[in-house]
């Protein structure tokens, strides 16, 4: 008997999968693939749920602090505008303050009224359109001027003054820009908050759906 007859023929593909290759095929890795994208959408939803979540919250809380801080230490002033129909406050002077007559001085808008329009109008009137460090360098040539010397004094208080009520209004536009800004985040919080859970809720059966074998 020849030797070469006992030889048994190996099965053609028996040591290879399709396509002349060893390992896996393709689809083996499909399901892999995709539950790894799901996890990773997952996480990703969450980390946005919560900088959104979070930051809205901060958000919220800079802009009610700024807001209150400026309202109290405004009310602190004690400061009003003149009242309605008085010379203090005459239409043609102070058109623009009309709407604010006989109110007290205690939000940001009302502080760069009372700084810009009244304040300064009477500093302007004090030396005749010169500043404070124009009036003082004067006062400083001439020391024994007592009208410069009172001058100087006065427009030290009034640009003082007028600086604080500014800044307070400075603070108030911040704290509205954190307003907006917060209810911008809760907003994005509550519809990243929606895409999340539904991706929980559809996520199972889209890997479902790839998880099953392609028979074709």
């Known amino acids: 008997m020849?030797?070469?007859?006992?030889?048994?023929?190996?099965?053609?593909?028996?040591?290879?999968?399709?396509?002349?290759?060893?390992?896996?095929?393709?689809?083996?890795?499909r399901p892999r693939t995709m539950l790894g994208f799901v996890a990773t959408r997952r996480v990703v939803e969450i980390i946005l749920c919560l900088i959104l979540g979070v930051g809205s919250a901060l958000l919220f809380y800079g802009a009610n602090f700024g807001l209150d801080m400026v309202h109290s230490q405004l009310g602190a002033q004690d400061i009003s505008f003149?009242?309605?129909?008085?010379?203090a406050l005459a239409p043609t002077e102070f058109p623009g303050l009309q709407q604010y007559a006989g109110e007290k001085?205690?939000?940001?808008?009302?502080?760069?009224?009372?700084?810009?329009?009244?304040?300064a109008a009477h500093l302007k009137a004090v030396a005749g359109g010169k500043t404070y460090s124009q009036v003082s360098?004067?006062?400083?040539?001439?020391?024994?001027?007592?009208?410069l010397t009172g001058q100087v004094a006065t427009l030290f208080k009034g640009e003082t003054l007028r600086g604080l009520l500014l800044y307070a209004w400075g603070w108030s536009v911040v704290s509205t820009l954190a307003l907006y800004a917060a209810i911008a985040?809760?907003?994005?919080?509550?519809?990243?908050?929606?895409?999340?859970?539904?991706?929980?809720?559809?996520?199972?059966?889209?890997?479902?759906?790839?998880l099953v074998p392609d028979e074709s």
Do not use: C, W
């Not at 030797?3 to 890795?29: E, F, L, M, Q």
């Not at 003149?82 to 010379?87: E, I, L, M, Q, R």
């Not at 001085?105 to 304040?119: C, H, L, R, S």
């Open 2 to 29: 020849n030797a070469a007859t006992d030889i048994a023929p190996t099965p053609v593909g028996a040591n290879s999968a399709p396509g002349g290759s060893g390992g896996a095929s393709p689809k083996t890795r």
């Open 137 to 147: 360098e004067l006062s400083r040539a001439a020391p024994t001027d007592a009208k």
């Open 82 to 87: 003149p009242a309605k129909g008085s010379p």
């Open 185 to 210: 985040a809760l907003i994005g919080f509550i519809i990243m908050l929606g895409v999340t859970i539904g991706d929980f809720v559809a996520d199972p059966r889209i890997a479902a759906h790839h």
């Open 105 to 119: 001085v205690d939000t940001g808008p009302k502080a760069k009224a009372y700084a810009n329009q009244f304040i």
